[in-house]
């Protein structure tokens, strides 16, 4: 088994680089802050019309979504980027 300071040997069609420079390493953590949707009327059955494309534009992706409908298990969002 090859520790991380021995030399990588890279066979065939596929290499493990990954292992040594993950994808999904985390750089930093930032400030949290809270995401859970507030309702705006309790035990609503009303219909409703959705006005998606009307989402303000934000910078952040994860700023910019808007919770347009949620429950105990599923939130459905919305978000609008001002730049892509």
Not at 59 to 64: G, I, K, Q, V
């Amino acid at each position: 088994m090859n520790s991380c300071s021995e030399p990588l040997v890279l066979t065939g069609m596929s290499s493990l680089m990954y292992h040594l420079h993950r994808p999904t390493m985390v750089k930093e953590v930032g400030k949290s802050f809270d995401v859970s949707p507030k309702a705006m009327v309790s035990h609503n059955i009303k219909s409703r019309l959705l006005k998606g494309f009307e989402v303000k534009p934000m910078n952040d992706f994860l700023e910019s979504r808007t919770v347009m409908l949620f429950n105990s298990d599923v939130h459905v969002s919305l978000l609008h980027l001002k730049n892509l």
